[in-house]
Structures are given as C-alpha cells and as structure tokens.
Nanobody, 123 residues
Framework: QVQLVESGGGLVQAGGSLRLSCAASGRTFSRSAMGWFRQAPGKEREFVAHINWSDGDTYYGDSVKGRFTISRDYAKNTVYLQMNSLKPEDTALYYC????????????????WGQGTQVTVSS
C-alpha cells in the first residue's frame, strides 16, 4: 500500500510564494510518477503538474506554467511544488497523486491520492 502526505499549505498574499511537499511511503515504484492537482469549491479537480520519478520529465497545466515548478527528491520519496507569483484564483485544496501507469494530466491516470493541503491566496 502507498500513503501520500501533503504539507506546506497556508494563507499567503497575492504575489507571494509557497512550497508544497508530498511524502510517499509504503511500496515504492521506480517506474512511477507523481502529480499535483487542485480543486476549488464548486469546480472540477484541475491538473497542476506532473513529474516522472525516473527521468524527471515534467508537465504543467496551462494556468500555472511559468509560475509553478515541480521537483522530486528521489532519496526521500518526496515531491515538491514551488508556487510563485500566487494569484487569488490559485486558492484551492491541493492534492498529490501517484501514477503507476502511463499517462498524466487527468485524475483517472493516478492510482493513489493524498488528503490534500489548503492553499488560500488573499487579494
């Protein structure tokens, strides 16, 4: 079984930065990948970023390109999401997810999910 635990959320003013962390425990998969999604009240879960464990290839949602950076610490089984130039529309519950299969970008491509960490950006 795999457990994912997010941390690092909080309240920040517009233009500020936050770094989210997602620690994975349990079984590890060298061919897996991890992603970040977010969900605001009344909206669908939105893809934010994805990274492959093995080669570090990254992918981003259009709304965060150039502002957010996903990275991983292979030895710590931890993925990070550095969020800069935050906007009020970035306010959401942020989830990390583990992908054991090919594909990325849609919630159905991921097999395990964390409980989420709240990010609130004030204007």
């Amino acid at each position: 079984q795999v457990q994912l635990v997010e941390s690092g959320g909080g309240l920040v003013q517009a233009g500020g930065s936050l770094r989210l962390s997602c620690a994975a425990s349990g079984r590890t998969f060298s061919r897996s990948a991890m992603g970040w999604f977010r969900q605001a009240p009344g909206k669908e879960r939105e893809f934010v970023a994805h990274i492959n464990w093995s080669d570090g290839d990254t992918y981003y949602g259009d709304s965060v390109k150039g502002r957010f950076t996903i990275s991983r610490d292979y030895a710590k089984n931890t993925v990070y999401l550095q969020m800069n130039s935050l906007k009020p529309e970035d306010t959401a519950l942020y989830y990390c997810a583990l992908n054991l299969r090919a594909g990325w970008g849609t919630p159905t491509a991921y097999d395990y999910w964390g409980q989420g960490t709240q990010v609130t950006v004030s204007s």
